[in-house]
Each structure stands twice: as structure tokens, then as C-alpha cells.
């Protein structure tokens, strides 16, 4: 798998008025696979949404190097092509959507790139449909739910056919019905699509989805893994503050009661079929 | 509630008047406008008139929605028509009582102000009754833009009116918010003289400021993401084009407007 984004030992510090200069973001050495879907976890503050603005050149590195597909985000002349391919889906759905109609929203990142209109109407229309949103082009935006809203924003994104997309908490102001819409979409862009997906959350169910997890920690990266490697590293996850997830944390109570459950149980799906199978052994079932 | 604000005030439909560029409506409403200001006697008023009812007709806009949007301006409708009616002291008396006298000038200056009024605000009610707020700034872009040689700053303008019109009802649902959150915190609004009423906004203004400018902090990141960089270079997906129907309109605007010139130049003006 070849690399989309690669992070050699990046530092960036806020500007601020004070003397001394905390780094945001410390060090980090990092590498996004195309294709892939990373997850990237740690608590408030550690780091995760300065990190997602130095992937597309809106924060530039103090110290170290950003390459989107080989070009430096620090080069002034790169700036426009690295967020033409590395897209990004903010928390907040009503600051980020510019227009009083749905259609006219999703228009606007490739009106911005200059495409003819029959194409950005063909995009249009595939993005749309791609989130599962075509039934409300003509609407406003404002008369639709939060996760509704939330698709509107990544069909805004993906009508720019970027490669990639980074999604900074956008699911933490949703109801869980719009939060499970819009992580379903991700997920089969991802598939589908072959978008690469860079999902900072902070529900851990979300991240056990993810092929990759990168655990953050006071600007630095802690640990990054499999879901199942990095949700196995108890103590990492007392260090960083994290939680296991829902599921993972039903099958450790489990296990301390004496239920031998086996294999991966990071999933509401993959716990219940560790779920069932114990429940054969014990001939319950 | 909050949701059922329709931006600007469009009526969606497939109507003739929905069909017809923005521009020719833009371009129309205000022609109409000063055309009504310069009818001197009851023929040429009642061509326009006529034109108006036409218009209403064409955009099948329900005349119940036309006389909602005349309930602002009735206060100021009554206002000038009774000022109008008794200031006028030239033309043949037809009534005095003490200081008050009404001459046949008067009652026809007031009778045209009014009627004016009323014309005015239907027309610039049917522009926005059929024409998406999209659409509108669009049009207001396009006509604007040979301004661009002298330099003024036209796109951003236009850009400026979108992102308004987007977030007047987000800001509306913010105040909303605000509000419960304060009178939950014991804040009174209702009660108390003007000063205290305007003293107690305050802790609604100040919040919504602060979230105001936020959202747009926001907002300008995430347009930045989208590789906004002005109007330089920038494509729309929505053209605008002229048809058969944007020419009928055009040519019917001028007839309206040489047959008023017509009527004015062969009855008397009244007023
Ligand atoms: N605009 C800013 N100016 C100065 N310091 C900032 C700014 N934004 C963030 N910081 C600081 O940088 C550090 C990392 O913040 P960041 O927003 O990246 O964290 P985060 O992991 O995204 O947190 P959260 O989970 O709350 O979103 C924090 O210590 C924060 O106080
Ligand atoms: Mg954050």
C-alpha cells in the first residue's frame, strides 16, 4: 500500500502572547496508507484536531514536514492542490455549509475548482446520491436533521473528488441516529470509493471499526495499531485516558465473572458472536 | 417553529414568472418601480395596475400571500394617505372644517401615493416570492459586474449577501437558544421600562456576538478547505441563460413603459 500523507517528525506551536511556546502537536511521525481507514483517538486536548489541520496545509508545520502525495503543504504553490486531494468534514454541520440550498451547497467546492457546470452538475448529483441525500437537493439546509446536515457536508466534500477525508469529531454533535447515518456513509465511501478516511472521534465503537487506530497523547503519538493491539494495551489506555469500547467492556466484565469468551469482541457484532459461541460450548444453546 | 422560516421568502413553483431569469426580474421590479413614480393621471396608474395584476397572475403567487406581505407596511400606507389627503392646499376645496381642508388634489395625491405603496411592495414581493435566494444574489452579481472595472469588490459583495441569508436562521435558532438559557438562569425580558428591557438584551447580545463570531471563524476554515479563493477562476454550476420567455418579458417592459410616456403625454396629469 503505497503512502497518501506522511508526517516527518512534525512540531506546532499555537501563536500566542505569551513568552513560552507549548507544542500542540510534538514529533509526530506518521503515515496514512491509501485505502485505508484510520481512527485517531485521545483525549481533550491532546492534539487531534491541530494534527487533522496540518494534513491539508491549514495549520503549516513549526518544525518538520507534511508530504501530500509527495508535495510539501509548506510550499505556498502546493497549497491549493493538497486540499483539492485531502478534503475535511469539520464538527459543527451549520459552519461549514455556504449555501441556502442543499444542491447549491454540494456545489461548492468544485465551482471553487473551476470544473464545467454539466460535470458539477453530474457530481452533484453523485455525491448526493453517494451520502444517500439526492430526495433533498431542492431543500434548505436548515430544515434538515444534524446527521442529515452532516452528509450534506461530506457530499460537499466528495463532489470535490478528493482521495482523501478527514472528519474532526463530526459526529460528536449528532444524535446517535444521525451519529450511526453518517459513520454507515463513511464506512462505504471508504469501501466503495476507496476514499481514504482519517476519523478523529471520541466514541471508541467508532474507532474499533477502523483498520488502524493512532492513540494521541499531549501532542505526541502514543500508540498506533489495529483496534484489536491498541484496545488490548490496558495500561496505554489508563495512561492516555481512554475507555474500552461499549462492547469491549461488556466482554472484560464478562470474563472477570467467568464467562470465557474468545476472539475479538471489540464490535457489538463480534461480541455477540463471541457472545454465542460461548454460550454453545456451555450447551445453553 | 424556528424551522419553518423559509429563507427570504421564496415560494417554490414552475410558474412563468419562476421560470424567467433573475436578472430580467431584478432588472424589471425596478424598472417598474421608478415607472410608477413618474404616472401623473389615472389612465397610465391603472395600465400599471393592470400590469401588476398580470404579473401576480403569471407567477400564480395566492393573493393571500401578496396581502401578507402588505401588513408591514399598512401603518405607513395609512400615514402618508391621511398626510398626503389634508397637507395639500392647492386644487379646488371640496370640504373645510376649522384648520383642515381637503382639495380634489389632495384626494387624488393621496389616492396615487397609495397606490404606488402598494404596487411597490407587491412587485418587489413577487420578485422574492418567485426567485430562489440563490438566485437572487446570483443575478445581483451578474448585473453588478461591470463594476468590477472600477474596482469594486463585486464576488465578495454577492458572497457576503449568500452566507447572510444562509445564516439569518441559525442565528435565529441561536437567539431562541439563548433566550431559554438565560430566563432558565432567572433572567427577566418581559417586564420592566425600556432602559431595563434594553439592559437585560444584554447578556443575549453578548452571547450570540461571541457565537456569532465563532461560527464564522469557523466557516472561513472550512471554506478554505473547499479551496475557496474568491471569484478568480470560479465556475458555477447553475448558468444563467436568456430565453424566448426572458425577450417577451423585455419587450413587454417596454411596451408598459412607451405606453405609459403615451397616456401621460395626451391626458392631464392630476397631481
Ligand atoms: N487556536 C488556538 N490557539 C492557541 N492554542 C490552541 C488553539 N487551538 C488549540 N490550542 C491548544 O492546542 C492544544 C491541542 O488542541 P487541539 O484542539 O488540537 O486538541 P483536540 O485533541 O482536538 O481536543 P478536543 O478533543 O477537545 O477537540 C490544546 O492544548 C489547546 O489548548
Ligand atoms: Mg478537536
Known amino acids: 500500500m503505497d503512502t497518501i500523507i506522511q508526517l516527518k517528525n512534525v512540531s506546532f506551536a499555537y501563536e500566542t502572547e505569551e513568552e513560552e511556546k507549548t507544542l500542540a502537536v510534538k514529533n509526530v511521525d506518521l503515515e496514512v496508507r491509501r485505502g485505508e481507514f484510520l481512527a485517531v483517538v485521545g483525549h481533550n486536548g491532546s492534539g487531534k484536531s491541530t494534527l487533522a489541520k496540518l494534513f491539508n496545509a491549514i495549520h503549516l508545520p513549526t518544525e518538520g514536514q507534511v508530504l501530500v502525495e509527495g508535495m510539501d503543504t509548506a510550499d505556498e504553490a502546493n497549497v491549493y492542490d493538497v486540499r483539492r486531494r485531502v478534503g475535511m468534514v469539520f464538527q459543527n454541520p451549520d459552519n461549514q455549509i455556504v449555501a441556502t440550498i442543499v444542491e447549491d451547497d454540494v456545489a461548492f467546492g468544485p465551482e471553487n475548482l473551476g470544473v464545467p457546470a454539466a460535470e458539477i452538475r453530474e457530481r452533484v448529483d453523485d455525491a448526493l446520491r453517494a451520502v444517500g441525500m439526492y430526495e433533498y437537493r431542492l431543500y434548505e439546509p436548515h430544515k434538515l436533521s444534524g446527521g442529515q446536515k452532516q452528509r450534506v457536508a461530506v457530499a460537499g466534500i466528495i463532489a470535490m473528488r478528493t482521495d482523501c477525508v478527514i472528519f474532526d469529531e463530526s459526529t460528536a454533535m449528532i444524535d446517535p441516529k444521525g451519529r450511526r447515518e453518517v459513520l454507515e456513509t463513511v464506512r462505504k465511501l471508504n469501501r466503495e470509493l476507496g476514499i481514504t478516511v482519517i476519523f478523529i472521534t471520541h466514541f471508541m465503537e467508532e474507532a474499533a471499526l477502523a483498520d488502524r487506530v493512532v492513540v494521541m497523547d499531549g501532542g505526541s503519538v502514543a500508540a498506533e495499531g489495529t483496534p484489536a493491539e491498541v484496545f488490548a494495551d490496558t495500561a496505554l489506555l489508563r495512561r492516555t485516558g481512554l475507555e474500552l469500547p461499549p462492547a469491549a467492556q461488556l466482554a472484560a466484565a464478562l470474563r472477570e465473572n467467568g464467562v470465557a469468551l474468545d476472539g475479538d469482541t471489540l464490535t457489538p457484532e463480534t461480541c455477540a458472536d463471541a457472545l454465542f459461541r460461548a454460550a454453545q460450548k456451555a450447551g445453553v444453546v | ?271
Open chain 2, 1 to 271: 417553529m424556528i424551522r419553518d422560516i423559509t429563507i427570504g421568502q421564496y415560494l417554490s413553483g414552475t410558474s412563468f414568472m419562476h421560470k424567467l431569469d433573475a436578472r430580467v426580474k431584478i432588472v424589471c421590479t425596478f424598472a417598474y418601480i421608478i415607472t410608477i413614480f413618474l404616472c401623473k393621471n389615472f389612465w397610465s396608474l391603472g395600465l400599471m395596475v393592470a400590469f401588476a395584476a398580470l404579473m401576480t397572475l403569471l407567477s400564480r403567487v395566492p393573493v393571500r400571500m401578496l396581502l401578507r406581505s402588505l401588513r408591514p407596511v399598512a401603518f405607513i400606507l395609512l400615514f402618508t394617505a391621511v398626510l398626503n389627503l389634508f397637507y395639500t392646499k392647492t386644487g379646488n376645496v371640496l370640504f373645510q372644517w376649522k384648520f383642515l381642508m381637503l382639495t380634489d388634489k389632495g384626494l387624488f395625491t393621496a389616492i396615487f401615493m397609495a397606490v404606488r405603496i402598494l404596487s411597490l411592495v407587491s412587485v418587489s414581493a413577487l420578485l422574492t416570492y418567485t426567485t430562489t435566494p440563490t438566485a437572487l444574489t446570483d443575478g445581483i452579481e451578474k448585473l453588478l459586474s461591470p463594476l468590477k472595472l472600477i474596482k469594486v469588490p463585486v464576488h465578495s459583495l454577492a458572497m457576503m449577501m449568500t452566507l447572510a441569508l444562509r445564516f439569518i436562521p441559525t442565528l435565529i435558532e441561536e437567539i431562541d437558544r439563548i433566550m431559554s438559557a438565560q430566563k432558565a438562569r432567572g433572567a427577566d425580558l418581559e417586564t420592566g421600562g425600556f432602559i431595563q428591557r434594553a439592559k437585560a438584551l444584554l447578556p443575549i447580545l453578548i452571547p450570540l456576538f461571541v457565537s456569532a463570531f465563532r461560527r464564522a471563524y469557523e466557516l472561513a476554515f472550512a471554506m478554505e478547505c473547499r479551496c475557496y479563493r474568491g471569484g478568480e477562476g470560479r465556475t458555477r454550476m447553475k448558468q444563467m441563460k436568456l430565453g424566448v420567455r426572458d425577450a417577451v418579458t423585455a419587450v413587454a417592459f417596454v411596451a408598459l413603459i412607451a405606453g405609459v410616456v403615451l397616456l401621460s403625454r395626451f391626458f392631464p396629469a392630476v397631481i
